[in-house]
């Protein structure tokens, strides 16, 4: 049996403020930075190898807060930008609320929770500052949907963090809500339709016990 552990960072900044945020690097904010103590404190013993982050500081600054408390600083921490959360187009940066008085409660709700539909589009590709300067230009979004993102995340599920839990190595993933809700939908067969019912709260520990083939014998997710 092998252990995968997955967490949605703690809350942003653009969290407290009810903004979207997607490939946006916003910090954290103090109970953001309580709350990845807290799920540190979850997952204690629990004999993780690896970790497995994003490129944006929310998730990296909650994985290596866990870390610090787990005392685990000496295990390898692997940043990809596949982890990102999904690219929210031309929304990023708006409230929500205030998206929802413009284009209508359901709009924003098939934006915001449906498998297949796209947010507003950004005109041209983004590549904003920091991390970002290292990707080529025909890699970054310009909007995605949830089906899109998993086309991106999975992919790094089975290629880098599967083989080590074959290998019997409890994983941990400091990832995005979208992030975590795309291989939700792998690992547990969920259906396109029934994908928008499920939420991913910050900085509680999702953990799922594997067999051998990495079926799930177990989870704590509710």
Known sequence: MVK??????????????????????????????????????????????????????????????????????????????????????????????????????????????????????????????????YLDPRAMPVSESLFQAYKRIVPYYTDVVAPQLLDGKNQLIVAHGSTIRALIKYLEDVSDSDIDGIEVANGVPLIYELDAKLNIIKTNRK
């Open 4 to 133: 995968l552990i997955m967490v949605r960072h703690g809350q942003s900044t653009a969290n407290a403020t009810n903004d979207y945020t997607g490939w946006n690097d916003v910090e954290l904010t103090q109970k953001g930075i309580d709350q990845a103590h807290e799920a540190a404190a979850q997952i204690q013993n629990m004999n993780i190898k690896e970790v497995h982050t994003s490129v944006l500081k929310r998730a990296i600054m909650t994985a290596y807060i866990i870390q610090d408390d787990l005392d685990i600083n000496y295990v390898p921490i692997i940043k990809s930008w596949r982890l990102n959360e999904r690219h929210y187009g031309a929304l990023r940066g708006q409230n929500k609320d205030t998206t929802r008085e413009e284009y209508g409660v359901e709009q924003v709700r098939l934006w915001r929770r449906s498998y297949y539909t796209m947010p507003p589009k950004l005109a041209h590709p983004d590549p904003l500052v920091g991390p970002y300067k």
